[in-house]
């Protein structure tokens, strides 16, 4: 159900800025504001042209608060599709409350959380992939995760979905018909063409569930994770990546025990480094939990950074980290594993032969050496997610889970086709692959699911 009445929240950050903003939106919300605002101009808001601004005073009584400037947006041109008022204040924030305060006293009441953006969707202002992308626009902190959330903002991938959508539905009632006149042996929906569509479907809903490991690069980082054994300088690549002594380095072996996370920006895609514990056999409880979290840890990222300390290798063990790469390497197969051979500076007997299979680079953490090359070969991993070329990237959850259902269902309906199953039971296919996609885009929703989304935004959205 839509909601008209007035609400109000501060649209900019809390806290002290030269300016604040505080939006209020409802069906009579300008009339309401008429009664605490008093324009240079002498123009009443309710007789205001939408987009156009008076500079004036909002007072609570006789007590002036502030000198500020008022918005007026009419219905629909206006965020919510609602009248909608934008008063920019001073942004003391005793200010900001204070014209808040005053508001609620005129039959207005606080935005729940993304109410604005709410509204916006159901008056049609935008769909539910959009608004979910404002959030993330909001959110965006890199180059790459603004283009990402503008292009989606922009529409993205709705309106092919909903053109796909479209097809299937229209194919669903085409079927239906044909069951109705079922006696008559009439065909209407050629099977053929439907054999086309889920085909070019599941192609584009592959490739989009596909893209969803990109969208959480660009939105969430890209985890890198140090691992090694204790004392290999894992902490000390960390600060020498970070620029910083983020990580407390000791020549004691089990310095780290919980993990530590930073991140740089590398062309411009954040880069989240992950400083473990070192993995060895100990008897310590703290550590043991520790050298647990480096696993867990190792799971979640895309790359590892796999540390061994040159000044302690040699031919005796050097079989015994051959091993332990090809475990790795074999372990987390789906994963870049980058084999870094530490403390170069430190010169030791020549073992490089034996692991230039790995591609090892030589670098030396604590004064900075090579550093560059291992700069490159992560670029060179980012190079081959081919970030750019995808014009459409997934980012949300929801998003993937919708995809990865509606793409079981064109799968189940492509093989129902080849062994010539009974249309009825292709229908049902049909319409819940229709239901999965009008799920994504809003078309259909209902008051739980727009909760969930909603409820996560911020007052004020
Ligand atoms: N010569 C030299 N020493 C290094 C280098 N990198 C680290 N070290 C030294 O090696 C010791 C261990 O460094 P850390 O960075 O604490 O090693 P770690 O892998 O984090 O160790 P744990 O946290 O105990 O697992 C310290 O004394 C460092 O100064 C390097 O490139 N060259
Ligand atoms: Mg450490």
Known sequence: MIKTDNIVAIASPPGLGAISLIRISGNDCINQIDNIFYGFDKIKLSDQESHKLQLGYIKDGDQIIDKVLVTVFRNPKS?????????????????????????????????????????????????????????????????????????????????????????????????????????????????NKLNDLVSTIEIKLTDLVKSFKIGNVIKNGLPIV??????????????????EEKAIVSSIPGTTRDFIEDQININGIKCRFIDTAGIRKTEDKIENLGIKKTYEKIKEAEIILYLIDKSVLNYKNIDNYLREIVKIKKDFEDKEIIVLINKCDITTKILDDNLVSFSAIQISAKQGLNIDKLIERISNYMSRLNIDSHNVIITNARHLDLLSKTLNEIKKIKLSIKQNISSDLLSIDLKQASYFLGELTGEISNDELLGNIFSKFCIGK
Do not use: W
């Not at 965020?79 to 409350?97: K, M, N, P, R």
């Not at 090694?228 to 690549?237: A, D, I, R, Y």
């Open 79 to 191: 965020y919510t599709g609602e009248d909608l008022v934008e008063i920019s204040c001073h942004g003391s924030v005793y200010i900001q409350e204070k014209i808040l305060q005053t508001i609620l006293n005129y039959n207005c009441r606080i935005a729940d959380p993304g109410e604005f953006t709410l509204r916006s969707f159901l008056n049609g202002k935008m769909d539910l992939s959009e608004a979910e992308a404002v959030a993330d626009l909001i959110a965006s902190n890199t180059k790459a995760s603004h283009k990402l959330a503008l292009s989606q903002m922009r529409g993205g991938f709705k309106n092919d979905i909903n053109k796909l959508r479209e097809e299937l539905v229209n194919f669903a009632s085409l079927i239906e018909l044909e069951l109705d006149f079922s006696q008559e042996d009439v065909e209407f929906a050629n099977l």
């Open 226 to 243: 140090i691992i090694g054994k204790p004392n290999s300088g894992k902490s000390t690549l960390l600060n020498c990546l970070l620029n």
